[in-house]
Nanobody, 119 residues
Framework: QVQLVESGGGLVQPGGSLRLSCAVS????????MAWYRQAPGKERELVAT???????NYADSVKGRFTISRDNFKNMVYLQMDSLKPEDTAVYYC?????????????WGQGTQVTVSS
């Protein structure tokens, strides 16, 4: 059974920091690209950051320079360090694992963790 379990969300003041964690089990973690998405109320889910199997990273323009994604293939963990948080970062953050193999896409989601940035 595949499980992605996020943790680390909460309430933080503008300018503050949070570190999200995602514990992954049930898949061969090292061969999956990992990502964080977020969904704010009334908005579509959007891609925040990705870290590929080889360690390469990409970020949405809105979080570049403020967020850092990383992975630990020994612990089967992916992290999102969020600094200089803004109210517009408020959303439910989801961990995602994806692998493209031949003609199929294997994708798994966590249940989400709420991040609220407010004074």
């Amino acid at each position: 059974q595949v499980q992605l379990v996020e943790s680390g969300g909460g309430l933080v003041q503008p300018g503050g920091s949070l570190r999200l964690s995602c514990a992954v089990s049930g898949i061969t973690f090292s061969i999956y690209d990992m990502a964080w998405y977020r969904q704010a109320p009334g908005k579509e889910r959007e891609l925040v950051a990705t870290v590929a199997t080889g360690g390469g990273t990409n970020y949405a323009d809105s979080v570049k320079g403020r967020f850092t994604i990383s992975r630990d293939n020994f612990k089967n963990m992916v992290y999102l360090q969020m600094d200089s948080l803004k109210p517009e970062d408020t959303a439910v953050y989801y961990c995602n694992a994806e692998r493209k193999f031949i003609a199929r896409v294997y994708t798994y989601w966590g249940q989400g963790t709420q991040v609220t940035v407010s004074s």
